[in-house]
């Protein structure tokens, strides 16, 4: 048992280290993040203790039936041939039918090894979150980033503008709209420091520390020029999905010591009898107490249970079966769906790139209107309008790429 568990171990130490080593690419600090997770998080914990529970359970059924004993005293003492019945003392112990216990352990264990899976599972999880998080936690760091410089873009303006009002090349209307686009991208850039630290929140718990700890994000992240090649033969053998063959597995287990407990129990015991010696009476056997081995048996002659333990266990093979497919199939669709997802993300990102380079030389164009006197500055604010949009909309991708690889590495990892 132990020799199994620790080679378990070893198989989900290399598959978190495998997820984490496709993340260490991108940054050293989320792998530290993810190993401290792993290593504090309560859920983690908690699963990690109803194993340990499930397995105590090994040494739990290992056990034989309560031993009996009894006592009893004649009131009324019998007279026999030998003398008068005083007391009795009887000890008796029932033994299962062979191989019961084991099968019995074998079933507990069976169970433990699907409890197993629970822990491989919540660590995956709790990868994805952890990294999710993160991502959550860098966009929104780089979006304030975005509004920080197109304010003082504007500041810019402004000061552009009010230097066309005193020679009468703009009117005092143009430069109110640019403050009011400050105050505006102000605000948004407020709003988003009070998300992050709601985020930062979310990110503190999930490695189970103090919430107001800092988060240092890195900063940058780009979308890499090729994707890395997914393995999709690896979902077959999900986590998810094998813990539905170890629970088909324990059903099997369950219907041996079905078998086992539907065959006859049989026990050994010993009465003792204490005897009075007959007074004035001189014989050999006078007074002598009596010793009777005894042996029973126990015979489930109605086992109409034991049927329809075999037929509910039959059912529940059968239920598993589909349980494991529909899961497959929802694993499937949803590995599809990020890949794709992802596909998408880096289509949106090189178009915003396109657009924004254009945008870039649109403002270039109005910046050198400038100096003829022709600059229009609700053009200068559509244009920093659209080179805003255009910002957030690649961040927007970055982060739907990086948060749908996780995904994708959570199922074919």
């Known amino acids: 048992m132990e020799v199994q568990n620790t080679r378990k171990k070893k198989n989900v130490i ?14 050293q600090q989320l792998t530290s993040f993810i190993e401290e997770a792993l290593a504090n998080n ?16 090994v040494n739990e059924v290992h056990t034989l ?3 009996e004993f ?23 112990q029932m033994i299962p039918w062979f191989g019961t216990i084991t099968a019995r352990e074998n079933y507990v264990s069976s169970l433990a090894d699907a409890k197993y899976e629970d822990i491989v ?3 995956r999880k709790l990868i994805v979150s952890v990294s999710q998080s993160y991502y959550n936690l860098y966009t929104n760091k780089a979006k304030q980033e975005v509004f920080v ?3 003082k873009l504007l500041e810019t303006y402004e000061t552009l503008a009010l230097s066309a009002v005193e020679v009468g090349k703009a009117s005092a209307v143009d430069v109110l709209r640019l403050q009011m686009r400050q105050n505006e991208l102000e605000q948004l850039k407020q709003v988003l420091l009070q998300q992050y630290l709601a985020e930062q929140t979310v990110f503190n ?10 988060i240092n994000v890195v900063n940058e992240l780009k979308i890499p020029l090729e994707n890395d090649v997914i393995t999709t033969e690896n979902l077959a053998i999900h986590p998810e999905l094998t813990r539905y063959d170890k629970l088909y597995q324990s059903m099997e287990k369950s219907e041996l010591l079905n078998q086992k407990e539907s065959g006859p129990m049989f026990g050994f015991g010993l009465d003792y009898v204490a005897v009075s010696e007959r007074p004035n009476m001189n014989f050999g056997d006078n007074g002598k107490d009596i010793v009777m081995p005894m042996v029973s048996f126990s015979i489930p002659i109605f086992n109409k249970k034991y049927k329809s333990k075999t037929k509910q266990n039959k059912l529940k093979q059968q239920e598993i079966i589909f349980q494991k497919q529909d899961r497959f199939n929802s694993l499937q669709a949803l590995l599809d769906k990020a890949i794709y997802n992802r596909s998408s993300s880096r289509i949106s990102y090189n178009t915003q790139a396109k657009n924004l380079q254009q945008a870039n030389d649109a403002e ?3 910046i050198r209107s400038y100096e003829t006197g022709t600059i229009d500055f609700k053009d200068v604010l559509d244009i920093q309008e659209l080179q805003l949009k255009f910002q957030i909309n690649q961040i927007e991708s970055i982060k739907t790429y990086y948060k749908q690889t996780t995904i994708i590495n959570y199922l074919s990892n």
């Open 70 to 92: 009894g006592v009893g005293y004649f009131i009324s003492e019998p007279e026999t041939r030998t003398g008068a019945q005083r007391f009795k003392v009887s000890v008796k």
């Open 65 to 67: 039936p309560n031993t």
């Open 121 to 123: 599972i919540a660590k």
């Open 42 to 57: 309560p859920k983690i914990q908690k699963f990690e203790l109803q194993y340990k529970i499930a397995s105590e359970k």
């Open 14 to 27: 290399f598959v978190i280290c495998s997820l984490i080593f496709v993340l260490s690419a991108q940054s």
């Open 364 to 366: 270039e164009i109005l």
């Open 149 to 151: 410089k197109n304010i």
């Open 205 to 214: 718990k999930l490695l189970n520390r103090g919430k107001s700890i800092v």
